[in-house]
Nanobody
Framework: QVQLVESGGGLVQTGGSLNVSCAAV????????MAWFRQSPGQEREFVAS????????DYVDSVKGRFTISTDNVKNTVHLQMNSLRPEDTAVYYC???????????????????WGQGTQVTVSS
């Protein structure tokens, strides 16, 4: 069983920065990719960013490109999302997800991921 524990959310003003982290807790943990999704009230959960185990291949939704950076630390089984130039529309609960069984390879689909964190709130004030 794998538990994903997120941390680092909070309140920040427009233009500010936050770093959210996700640590995988398990006796053994191997993953093909990890990702961040977010969900705002009344909205569907949307893909934000993903990264493969090598840390080389990353993907971002267009709205965060150039502002957010996803990175991974395989020694600590942790994935980070550095968020810069935050906007009010980035306000959401951010969830990390782990793909431990390579499926379709569609990293933007939530169905690709078997484990999810509990979510961490990010609020950007205008």
């Amino acid at each position: 069983q794998v538990q994903l524990v997120e941390s680092g959310g909070g309140l920040v003003q427009t233009g500010g920065s936050l770093n959210v982290s996700c640590a995988a807790v398990a006796r053994t943990f191997f993953y093909y990719g990890m990702a961040w999704f977010r969900q705002s009230p009344g909205q569907e959960r949307e893909f934000v960013a993903s990264i493969d185990r090598s840390g080389i291949t990353a993907d971002y939704v267009d709205s965060v490109k150039g502002r957010f950076t996803i990175s991974t630390d395989n020694v600590k089984n942790t994935v980070h999302l550095q968020m810069n130039s935050l906007r009010p529309e980035d306000t959401a609960v951010y969830y990390c997800a782990a793909d431990t069984f390579y499926g379709s390879g569609n990293v933007r689909s939530e169905y690709e991921y078997q484990y999810w964190g509990q979510g961490t709130q990010v609020t950007v004030s205008s």
